[in-house]
């Protein structure tokens, strides 16, 4: 996760700690967590990694089962446990696990797609304590609707971000990034700030759950850069306006190192390699690091987007064990990846902004969990260890 605007001087968050803290490395022990919290949802996403539907999915975990998990989490300190689905509002013990979560320290992020936000919701959740509710908007109206398969969804959760303002809810808008959406990112901008929205993330698509036959979608490198030009452009102007709106973007790693340039090009070199400080202490990707998920069955991944990688079961072993198990064969490779990293990524010389970026991606489009992240857009020039490139670039 890039905080574009706070490393362009802007907004700042309580949370910033968790991207640009010291001593990242020492990180993995207590990770961000991402839990789906069931695989049901009322809309049909052509893009979701976790392959939602409106239909009951067998075996996911009871409220007694969620109950130990959470006090788990809480004991072992992690910051932060992000409540995902499917449709997480459509579980009906959701609010009852969030208020317990909260009882036990956990602070509570809710990423959802806002149709089930109706005020009385809204304010349950102030109450309860959630501290930031991320709406999926995937575009303007005719896009968003055809994107998340049903007629009248962006209403209902432009409805369920103004719900959410009403209600004092700190609320953010996500895109998913692809060739569908990306026409509609300057309008989608004008809406955020039209509406005083918080928060604006910009996801890369990741092709796990629905999202792997969309490849035909993806970005390719020069649509990549046009598009993160056009988000780090409008950021620096909500920077100079002083506006309180925060900008990231996410999923695809190479957007640090292309930040770094974008900043020297624009600002000087001296001011570049105050980001590239920055950046360096955030690590890069921290797939199996400082990020966990666990899905509607209790499995743990590195990742929401590597369900292909099971690392063990909070059924059969609490999460902290296995997080903390120092021989465990997938994690511990995952924690020391620059060695095991092929092609571009072994010889890049900003690995240490990147860390190989997404190995879900590689392990999907190329077949190989070391190879190099087939979406990183940079040319070889860019990639060049620092000092060797020019500063035009």
């Keep these: 996760m890039l905080g574009v605007t706070r490393l362009l001087g802007g907004v700042r968050t309580e949370t910033d700690h968790l991207r640009y803290g010291a001593r990242q490395e020492d990180a993995w022990h207590r990770p961000v967590v991402v839990w789906t919290v069931s695989r049901r949802c009322n809309l049909a996403c052509v893009h979701c990694y976790a392959a939602a539907g409106n239909k009951h999915f ?3 975990l009871s409220t007694s089962e969620a109950t130990t998990m959470l006090q788990d989490l809480a004991a072992f300190g992690v910051p932060v446990l992000l409540l995902s689905g499917g449709e997480p509002l459509i579980r009906p013990d959701l609010l009852e696990l969030a208020a317990l979560a909260r009882s036990l320290g956990l602070r509570i992020t809710l990423s959802t797609n806002g149709t089930l936000i109706t005020p009385a ?7 309860i304590g959630v501290g930031y ?3 999926s908007l995937d575009g303007l109206e005719p896009t968003h609707d055809r994107f998340r398969g049903q007629e009248g969804a962006f209403q209902a959760a432009l409805q369920g971000i103004r719900n959410c303002r009403a209600a004092g809810l700190k609320v ?5 990034l692809t060739r569908h959406t990306v026409v509609d990112l300057a309008q989608l901008f004008d809406l955020v700030e039209r509406e005083s929205v918080g928060r604006v993330c910009f996801y890369h698509l990741v092709p796990s759950g629905r999202g ?3 490849l035909q979608d993806l970005l390719d490198p020069g649509e990549a850069r046009a598009a993160v030009d056009a988000i780090f452009r409008r950021a620096a102007d909500y920077v100079a306006r002083g506006l309180p709106i925060e900008v990231l973007t996410v999923d695809n790693h190479a957007d640090a190192v292309y930040l770094y340039h974008w900043v020297r090009r624009e600002r000087g070199a001296a001011e570049a390699e105050r980001v590239r400080a920055e950046l360096a202490r955030s690590g890069g990707n921290r ?3 400082a990020i966990a998920h666990v899905d509607n069955r209790g499995e743990v991944h590195p990742d929401q987007f590597s369900w292909q990688t099971a690392l063990g079961n909070v059924r059969t072993r609490p999460f902290s064990a296995i997080w903390s198990d120092p021989q465990h064969p997938i994690l511990s490779k995952l ?3 620059r060695s095991l990293l092929t092609g571009r990524c072994a010889t890049c010389g900003f690995l240490d902004l990147c ?3 997404f190995r879900a991606r590689a392990t999907a489009l190329a077949g190989d969990a070391w190879a190099p992240d087939p979406s990183c857009y940079l040319t070889d020039e860019e990639l060049s260890r620092p000092g060797e490139v020019a500063a035009h670039v």
């Design 355 to 357: 860390n190989g970026s």
């Design 212 to 214: 792997r036959f969309l």
């Design 133 to 135: 509710v991320g709406i």
């Design 172 to 176: 953010g808008v996500r895109l998913t």
């Design 287 to 289: 797939s199996g690091i």
């Design 58 to 60: 067998p075996g996911e």
């Design 121 to 127: 919701v809204a304010e349950r959740l102030k109450t």
């Design 335 to 337: 924690r020391q990846r």
